[in-house]
């Protein structure tokens, strides 16, 4: 039967390093004892191979979850006994759920390409993610040059940090209101009728662009605007016919003449059919909303 292979510990030494986050930290070797660097079967076991690799790439930085702290001392003392560099450590709290447990599936935790076909912007989501247990004095939308300008791993938080995909959503609002028309089209499209006009897009488009979170959102106004008039039930359906096409006509062109108060398009269609009360208010309600 093969062996592992174990690191041995020297006694009776103290091992202490800065954390960037944490502070000043300090481990007694007596409380770490002998540790497995090669299986059984030969494999490198993480605390070697992750020190050895980071040695090797030349990282002089580690930003890592608080779930390793306690594994800093050993590979301390493997760069040690090998001779090569050591990085600078620092440990991040973890990301908890609303129950106060870390982040799971459970939680409803998904992955970057769940985002993206949510439609999340990317530019949210990193800037929803620096502001993750890291304060900032920065509170506008920033590009990624920004972002590593204002990183600073002295604001980077000790207690672990909540998702929230309100917040989220917050960034993601800032987000679409700072697309240009060609890449709000572009973030629409899959929403959009096939062969519909580039106009026709476009006034769709900047319409509902400030009023929209996620393309999700934009849906209930494709099928509004381009999809078949709505099904009413035949009561309603007797109120339109009895108003008539002039009825609805009046209203439509005091629409298109930039009428886009409601109360004026109703005085417009009260002087051009002469109803008013319920005979008026109905079959406007029914052509607007069903």
């Not at 090998?82 to 409803?108: F, T």
């Not at 002295?154 to 679409?176: F, I, N, P, T």
């Not at 016919?241 to 009046?250: C, D, K, L, Q, Y």
Request: net charge negative; with cysteine; glycine share 8%.
């Amino acid at each position: 039967m093969a062996a592992t292979l174990r690191f041995r510990v020297p006694s009776g030494q103290r091992i202490e390093f800065t954390d960037l986050v944490h502070g000043p930290q300090s481990f007694l070797s007596d409380d770490i004892g002998d540790f497995v660097i090669r299986r059984a079967d030969g494999s490198a076991a993480f605390f070697f191979c992750n020190a050895v690799d980071d040695a090797s790439m030349g990282v002089s930085q580690v930003l890592r979850g608080e779930d390793h702290l306690s594994n800093t001392p050993r590979q301390l003392l493997i760069l040690a006994a090998l001779g090569l560099p050591v990085p600078r450590y620092g440990h991040v709290s973890l990301i908890l759920g609303p129950d106060g447990a870390p982040l799971s599936k459970r939680h409803g935790a998904a992955s970057v390409r769940e985002f993206r076909e949510r439609g999340y912007r990317p530019e949210a989501l990193v800037n929803y993610l620096f502001r993750l247990g890291h304060s900032s004095p920065e509170h506008a939308l920033l590009g990624l040059p920004e972002l590593a300008r204002a990183f600073d791993t002295s604001h980077l938080g000790r207690s672990s940090a909540h998702y929230d995909e309100q917040q989220l959503r917050v960034w993601q609002k800032s987000a679409v209101h700072q697309l240009t028309p060609e890449q709000a089209r572009g973030w629409l499209a899959a929403l959009l009728p096939e062969g519909i006009a580039a106009a026709s897009a476009d006034a769709f488009v900047a319409a509902v662009a400030p009023n929209v979170v996620l393309p999700e959102d934009a849906a209930p106004w494709v099928r509004i605007v381009f999809g078949g008039p709505p099904v009413l039930e035949p009561p309603d359906e007797q109120v339109v016919r009895e108003a008539g096409p002039g009825f609805f006509a009046a209203a439509a062109r005091a629409a298109v003449a930039g009428a886009s108060d409601p109360a004026a398009i109703t005085d417009a269609v009260r002087t051009a059919s002469g109803r008013k009360g319920a005979q008026l208010y109905m079959p406007l309600r029914l052509a607007l909303t069903g």
